[in-house]
């Protein structure tokens, strides 16, 4: 019974892997602007980060300080021209590269 339960937990992270990856390879687009963020814990300040690429569901930034996940914000960004302004939440960050004591990352953002 156990071997059983562990071969269909393998199953299903190999089936949501997969979708995973099929979602990041798919319908992205690249942004050229800005992406302006009031986070909720600090609604009168904009935070301002280099936006890299946006889909349906959500876009990537790129800041030189870390962002702890579960972040939740407005964000207003151009997708094809069009102003948008959207909820968003931080799912994950991570490094993207290292210069000396400069470190850059990447975050993804849901769009709610």
């Known amino acids: 019974m156990e071997l059983s339960q562990s071969i269909r937990s393998a ?3 190999a089936t949501e892997l997969a979708l995973a990856e099929e979602r990041r390879s798919d319908g992205r687009t690249k942004l050229t602007c800005p992406v302006n963020i009031h986070w909720h814990h600090r609604p009168f300040e904009l935070q301002s980060y280099e936006g890299l690429d946006c889909s349906e569901t959500g876009l990537r930034i790129r800041t030189h300080n870390f962002l702890a996940e579960g972040l939740t914000g407005r964000a207003t960004f151009s997708q094809a021209g069009i102003p948008t302004t959207r909820t968003v939440v931080l799912s994950w960050t991570r490094e993207s590269k290292s ?13 709610l």
């Open 11 to 13: 199953i299903r992270r």
């Open 99 to 111: 210069t000396g004591n400069d470190v850059i990352w990447e975050a993804g953002l849901r769009l």
